[in-house]
């Protein structure tokens, strides 16, 4: 990974119309170090929303006029859940994965027939 990257390396993409019809886009971009949102609710504009990122995704699906947005940040082996629910606060979401190197485990006992 380059020391100071001045470019998104990753980016995620959702989107959803409300019920007046309305297109609502939400942008993740993601340096190699932090994501940052940029939002178009008519015209664009950058949240404030951010968080340590090498890789991002993210997911949503609509509430009436608003949407529940997932967004998937993985940083240093471990992905965290970012949760969004009908335009409210950000916080943080149940799903947590560490990624662990994986290690052969073996027994040194044979199984009983």
């Not at 990257?5 to 993601?30: E, I, L, M, Q």
């Not at 929303?49 to 997911?59: K, N």
């Not at 993985?74 to 560490?98: L, M, S």
Request: proline letters at 7%; a negative charge; charged letters at 15%.
């Amino acid at each position: 990974m380059a020391d100071n990257p001045n470019f998104p390396v990753a980016t995620a993409a959702v989107s959803w119309k409300d019920s007046g019809g309305a297109v609502h886009v939400r942008v993740y971009s993601c340096d190699g170090y932090t994501i940052i949102e940029r939002c178009y609710d008519g015209s664009w504009t950058t949240s404030s929303f951010t968080a340590p990122a090498e890789a991002v995704s993210a997911t949503c699906w609509p509430n009436g006029n608003s949407a529940s947005i997932r967004v998937y940040c993985t940083f240093q082996d471990k992905t965290v859940e970012w949760c969004q629910d009908d335009g409210g606060e950000w916080y943080q979401g149940a799903y947590t994965t560490v990624w662990w190197p994986l290690v052969p485990r073996f027994s040194s006992r044979c199984p009983s027939p």
